[in-house]
């Protein structure tokens, strides 16, 4: 099939799917009819698909941001386990790191490259099914001087302060930029806000609120620099620039013209820069006199230096510091702080606007910089006034703080209320009556008794087939029966609830499911596959009466899936590795007739063994064709332990606190055994420990830790070889206490192949703090609970990291409502929170952390604001239900039964008890 995408009017992707590689190369064509755009002529073109038995290399893409580097695309998954060095290089020598993901080799050059490069190719690269590349390669590439560019630094927009209002940027390859500062009025803000966010704006738009008031060029480099294709800081002081107008809102553009270049281009066409300096500096969209497109990402044409170029951002000056909370809707908290001190703003005057600019309501806060407002409807800005200082915070859901980073996942309570549908099974036929539940948990008694309970179940082509209004739910259990008719169409159903406007839904599998005629049985040698067993698999078909299916036409297909790798005995060894992955794969493995028994073998596809995490799960199906046409389907799966010998790790125990002390020596424990889980010894282990920056799970476009440690194998910490007698061994490592942090701890066997790791997490211990531990992004706090999981009545602990004399808002959160609010001084190393468990916070609550630091602070570099979120999650035994169910092992058709539910604690419980046929379950 053939997709279509619009990247925009002009430009359109085709993609080609699903095109099947064979044993041998096969020619795509593609054709574009001119005619019908209405064009002059027709496009051909010629793909060639390569074969599935030649590993080939197809080409190479220079991308240059977020970092230069090189991808190189391959017909076929490279192996990840191989050492590239010495098969992948520049023939002058420029030192690079390289990475594996699926088929493409990542080529990171350490210095910065210009100019054209060999790069060499090895004929030793191996696919990860063993095959070598076809030849070697000599690749030209060529890598450019950076163009000039300019960026701001950091994210922020407020300028806290009365005399300077410092803003940095950064520029390369230039020797000087143009600032122009366009002003938007304080009594234009809140229309400026309704369309825009302090941080953006609509250049087309602008013109309605505010006017360009400033321009001038700064200078960053003499005549006789040139270019060094490194980023430099520099930074302007708004304050010199434009006399301040309270509550307005300073729009500053950075932007530069060919004559700025540091390229040292043949020709200047200054004269022709500035033929139209008022548009230049007097509009958000700029393009020069002689602009040709085709020449737009020429730095040494005058077309590369247009509005797309420029970097625009907003200030607002003020000291005012805003944090909003919504509790149940309507009650929202505001605290204001002061930018400059960190101290409570007493007497700052708050109004809430609509998107309409209509007033909602007012508050002032009080001395402990608090306020309190109760709103009928929700508010779309809050307008701060403070002394002659204005703050703007537009409390539309989308501006809210992103929580993405952090363990915040659940199901959003809507309205207060929580609801979900499940049926007795997983797919039904057409025929069959669907019994479904409905269970609503109202904690907040949000419903007067008897609210109407709305439900509808649409089939697979959206017509609704069923409804029913119910208003005598059991403790919030509502039970629905729907009957389908046998010619019902089959696809994917949907059972929807409607309570006042909340709604939930439930897809429901319809299917039509044919019961099988023949028997199909899948047997391997052992039971399980090894290097050792073999590649046969055995496929027998038999009638379900009993005769024997011979000559039948069969189909038998593998899929190959990544499996947990476990061994009886060793409930605490890790036998996987995490720094590796399996794609899964499908092979077909046999297309034929079954023999005059109804018999057939069929060849296995195992993988070679080079980069494979562990054990794999070969999932085999079976199709077995009547003369009719109809066919019997069966699926079976088997291991396939890949390795001779396996080697475990366990890893210290963290104990309540959850982390690994800093400062002791830690033993880690290895253990080698075969692929029945028996001890045997081992040759040269080896023993490598790397060090994971915090955030290296999320920065990663893929999150593959094994792309991360191929590009910073620089971070190793500590290796060693090791020998197993009889089966185990150990080794010991200690961090220093400055070192805490993430750590992949990795074991190979490198004559039999396999690996093993697991990440582990060292900190101080808690009497020494844990200062300067900030969580990757300046602007997240990493918190830490003391125990995992808490009881009523007990006493939680929460640290962070936080810099001395600042202010720490913490504040206790559950169902959108917020239970608790206070705020601390932070100590300077570890601040530690406690507060009583209650059972108001079951099942879990989130504490909620922001430290404001002073704005005069000159100790460290952090963001004024940071800020944090933990669960903490509380058990109350009371609240634990165990069914019990009793009823006779055996039961007898047309005989009458009986089944009793009854709770362990003899607590009452409400259930719904569902008599399925086994039969059916097993189409689910």
């Not at 321009?215 to 430099?232: C, E």
């Not at 859901?397 to 809507?414: D, H, I, M, P, R």
């Not at 309970?453 to 409804?467: L, P, S």
Request: with cysteine; hydrophobic share 35%.
């Amino acid at each position: 099939p053939v997709k279509v995408s619009a990247e925009d009017n002009r430009t359109f992707r085709f993609t080609v799917d699903s095109i099947e590689r064979r044993d041998e190369p096969q020619q795509v064509v593609v054709t574009l009819d001119g005619k019908a755009l209405g064009a002059r002529n027709s496009v051909v073109k010629t793909y060639t698909v390569p074969s599935l038995k030649k590993f080939t290399f197809l080409q190479y893409n220079v991308v240059t941001t977020p970092q230069l580097h090189l991808e190189l695309v391959f017909s076929n998954h490279v192996s990840p386990d191989q050492n590239l060095k010495g098969l992948v290089y520049f023939s002058d020598g420029s030192p690079v790191s390289l990475s594996v993901k699926n088929n493409i080799i990542k080529v990171f050059p350490k210095t910065r490259l210009n100019g054209s490069r060999n790069l060499i190719l090895q004929k030793n690269i191996r696919s990860i099914r063993g095959y070598a590349l076809d030849k070697g390669y000599t690749l030209q590439v060529y890598f450019k001087m950076a163009s000039p560019q300019v960026r701001f630094v950091g994210k922020g927009n407020i300028l806290p302060g009365k005399n300077k209002w410092i803003v940095p940027f950064e520029a390369i390859n230039l020797r000087a930029v143009d600032v122009v500062v366009f002003k938007i009025y304080a009594n234009n803000v809140k229309q400026f806000l309704q369309d825009n966010n302090l941080g953006s704006g609509d250049s087309w738009a602008l013109r309605r609120v505010g006017e360009y008031v400033y321009h001038k060029r700064i200078t960053l480099a003499g005549p006789a620099d040139k270019a060094d294709n490194k980023w430099k800081g520099y930074a302007i002081d708004l304050s010199k620039m434009v006399k301040a107008d309270p509550g307005a809102i300073y729009r500053i553009s950075l932007r530069f013209r060919k004559p700025y270049a540091l390229l040292g281009c043949a020709k200047n066409d200054t004269a022709a820069q500035f033929a139209d300096s008022t548009a230049y500096y007097t509009s958000g969209y700029y393009y020069p006199k002689d602009y040709k497109w085709m020449k737009r990402d020429d730095p040494c044409d005058v077309s590369y230096y247009t509005s797309d170029r420029f970097k625009t951002k907003n200030f607002l000056a003020t000291d005012i510091g805003l944090t909003v909370k919504n509790s149940d809707g309507r009650h929202y908290l505001v605290f204001a702080r002061d930018l400059i001190s960190a101290k409570a703003l007493k007497n700052v005057k708050l109004t809430f606007y609509t998107y309409q600019n209509q007033e909602l309501g007012r508050g002032t806060t009080n001395a402990k910089g608090e306020a309190g407002v109760f709103l009928k409807k929700e508010p779309y800005l809050l307008v701060a006034r403070w002394k002659n200082q204005f703050a703007y915070l537009k409390l539309s859901g989308g501006n809210a703080l992103s929580y993405s980073k952090f363990s915040t996942s659940g199901v959003k309570a809507e309205n207060g209320l929580k609801g979900m549908i499940f049926g007795e099974r997983g797919v039904w036929r057409p025929g069959d009556t669907l019994f479904l539940t409905f269970v609503l948990q109202d904690r907040q008694k949000m419903l007067p008794a008897g609210f109407p309970v709305k439900f509808a179940v649409y089939n697979a082509r959206n017509k609704k087939v069923y409804t029913e209004t119910s208003t005598r739910g059991i403790n919030g259990f509502y039970v629905f029966k729907v009957a389908t008719q046998p010619d019902a169409p089959t696809g994917l159903w949907r059972a929807v609830v409607k309570i006042g406007n909340n709604r939930f839904t439930k897809n429901l599998r319809v299917e039509t499911i044919l019961p099988n005629r023949l028997k199909i049985k899948m047997t391997a040698p052992g039971g399980r596959f090894t290097p050792q067993s073999g590649k046969q698999l055995s496929l027998q078909a038999t009638w379900l009466h009993g005769g024997v299916a011979s000559g039948l036409k069969a189909n038998v297909t593998e899929s190959l899936a990544a499996a947990k790798t476990t061994f009886k005995g060793y409930k605490n060894y890790v036998f996987d590795d995490p720094a590796k992955s399996f794609s899964p794969e499908e092979e077909e493995v046999f297309n034929g007739k079954l023999d005059n028994s109804g018999k057939a073998q069929c060849k296995v596809f195992l993988p070679a063994n080079s980069g494979l995490p562990g054990m794999l799960r070969l999932t085999f199906t079976a199709k077995v064709f009547e003369a009719g046409g109809r066919f019997s389907i069966d699926q079976k799966s088997f291991a396939y332990a890949p390795f001779n010998t396996f080697v475990g790790l366990e890893t210290p125990e963290s104990g309540d606190n959850g982390y690994l002390e800093t400062g002791k020596n830690q033993k880690f424990k290895v253990v080698t055994v075969n692929s029945r889980g028996q001890k045997v010894p081992s040759g040269r282990l080896k023993v490598e420990i790397y060090k994971l920056d915090w955030s290296w799970w999320y920065n990663s476009s893929s999150g593959n830790l094994a792309s991360y440690i191929s590009r910073h194998y620089k971070d190793r910490v500590f290796s060693k070889i090791l020998r197993t007698q009889n089966g185990t061994g150990s080794f010991y490592f200690k961090i220093d206490y400055p070192q805490w942090g993430r750590y992949y701890i990795r074991v190979s066997d490198p004559a039999g192949g396999h690996s093993t790791g697991s990440i582990v997490y060292f900190d101080w211990p808690s009497s020494y703090g844990r200062q300067n531990r900030s969580a990757g992004d300046a602007t997240l706090l990493s918190l830490s609970t003391d125990k995992p999981r808490y009881t009523p009545g007990e006493e939680a602990v929460v640290s962070f990291p936080a810099p001395a004399g600042a202010r720490a808002l913490i504040s206790i959160e559950k169902n959108n409502k917020v239970l608790k609010t206070w705020w601390v001084d932070t100590q300077g190393k570890e601040t530690v929170v406690r507060f009583k468990v209650t059972k108001e916070m079951t099942p879990n609550v989130y504490l909620f952390v922001s430290v404001i630091q002073p704005r005069l602070q000159t100790q460290n570099d952090l963001p004024i604001r940071s800020y944090g979120v933990v669960p903490v999650m509380v058990d109350d035994p009371e609240t634990f239900l165990k069914p019990v169910i009793s009823m006779p092992g055996k039961l007898k058709p047309g005989s009458r039964y009986r089944i009793t539910v009854s709770e362990a604690n003899h607590r009452a419980m409400t259930y719904v008890l569902a008599v399925v046929d086994e039969g059916l379950l097993d189409l689910t």
